[in-house]
């Protein structure tokens, strides 16, 4: 057996360069249909001199009103972000100038500028990141328009949301869709696993990152950060985007701008250094422990270097990839059993306190 790195995961994050996968843009459209009735005859419809008429209160005109509101109060709170290796957005977060983002949009660069509604330019600076949650706080001096985050455990599977950003750098672009699901655990490139995730149709572009998802209240549910890919053909799964949520947007960005930093970051951690492992055919069998760190819940359980990591709790583990999800949805503090082989062969289940991962 050999030690490779993790294979790529099924899920593509929307970094901040060209490499970004151009996704279609998807948006809900009604089609009038004429049908045929049981008597063969043309179903009778207006003519060029008969225009359709829609009762000012229909439920329709209101869902449009609504989407016209939520879009004109939003997209003052919403900015876009251009750094010397790409191009993002950023929501207000409050009154002083902060805005809360990803990281990937900011990681690597050397100068920030940010563009709001009105189209003024202006620089930013960096308060603090959180690499292992993809967020990250800039600031910029002078009054902004901040946004209302939500409470997003309100949120129920069917809610209509709207994306809000700069795909493409086309600033303030709105995409439809719904909340298809919530509490999804995904992970981007590089090792970072994103827990509680929400999972949206509304179409997340290039250049949406950092944006917002807001409900008809007009309040953000949760940040865009990153879109679906086929695992098969590589290509952009259109209709599947994910969200970190407002709660945790809120927890980590209330950390940075009151510390500089996250002091507690809520996820979990066995303190080790690892890679995937591969059978003579190629097929990943586990997750090889490189390295253990002293003091951390590995070394106080009796785990050592060499031993791979087959099982988490219940859950098979083949790769890294396996093995940060199942870290992701796990708290700090739990005791879980781990399922090793030890690096003479013998096959032995081990009971781990979950740790914290270091915050900073």
């Not at 939520?70 to 929501?91: A, D, F, M, P, Y």
């Not at 990803?102 to 500028?113: D, M, R």
């Not at 997340?204 to 990153?226: C, E, F, K, M, R």
């Not at 990943?284 to 422990?289: A, E, M, S």
Request: proline content about 4%; overall charge negative.
């Amino acid at each position: 057996m050999k030690d490779v790195s993790s294979p790529a995961t099924a899920w593509r994050s929307l970094p901040r360069s060209k490499a970004l996968a151009l996704l279609a843009a998807s948006g809900a459209m009604v089609a009038a249909v004429a049908f045929t009735g049981c008597s063969g005859q043309p179903a009778k419809g207006p003519t060029a001199t008969q225009p359709v008429e829609t009762a000012s209160g229909s439920a329709g005109v209101d869902l449009q009103n609504a989407f016209v509101t939520v879009v004109e109060h939003v997209r003052l709170s919403i900015v876009q972000i251009q750094t010397n290796v790409g191009l993002g957005s950023g929501v207000v977060y409050d009154a002083n100038g902060d805005i809360v983002t990803n990281n990937h949009v900011v990681s690597g660069a050397s100068t920030i500028e940010v563009t709001t509604a009105d189209g003024k330019t202006q620089a930013a600076s960096l308060r603090g990141t959180f690499a292992a949650g993809d967020l990250a706080v800039i600031q910029v001096t002078g009054h902004l328009n901040p946004a209302v985050f939500a409470d997003s455990t309100t949120l129920k599977v069917g809610m209509i949301v709207l994306a809000i950003g700069n795909p493409l750098g086309l600033q303030s672009s709105v995409t439809e869709g719904i909340v298809s699901a919530v509490d999804r655990t995904v992970s981007e490139p590089g090792g970072i696993t994103l827990p509680d995730t929400i999972q949206t149709s509304a179409a997340i572009n290039p250049g949406n990152s950092g944006g917002a998802l807001v409900d008809l209240a007009g309040h953000v549910v949760g940040i865009p950060t990153l879109t679906a890919a086929d695992p098969t053909l590589g290509a952009a799964a259109n209709g599947i985007g994910f969200a970190i949520p407002a709660n945790t947007v809120k927890d980590i960005a209330g950390q940075i701008i009151a510390t500089g930093h996250v002091t507690n970051s809520h996820r979990a951690n066995i303190g080790i250094r690892a890679g995937t492992v591969v059978d003579s055919s190629e097929n990943p069998v586990g997750v090889l422990i490189a390295a253990v760190a002293a003091g951390g819940s590995a070394a106080k359980a009796g785990l050592a270097t060499g031993d791979i990591i087959v099982q988490f709790g219940d859950m098979v583990i083949r790769t890294t990839t396996d093995l940060s999800v199942a870290l992701a949805d796990s708290r700090p503090g739990q005791v879980v059993s781990l399922t090793v082989i030890t690096a003479g062969g013998a096959r032995r289940v081990v009971s781990v306190t979950v740790g914290e991962l270091p915050a900073g």
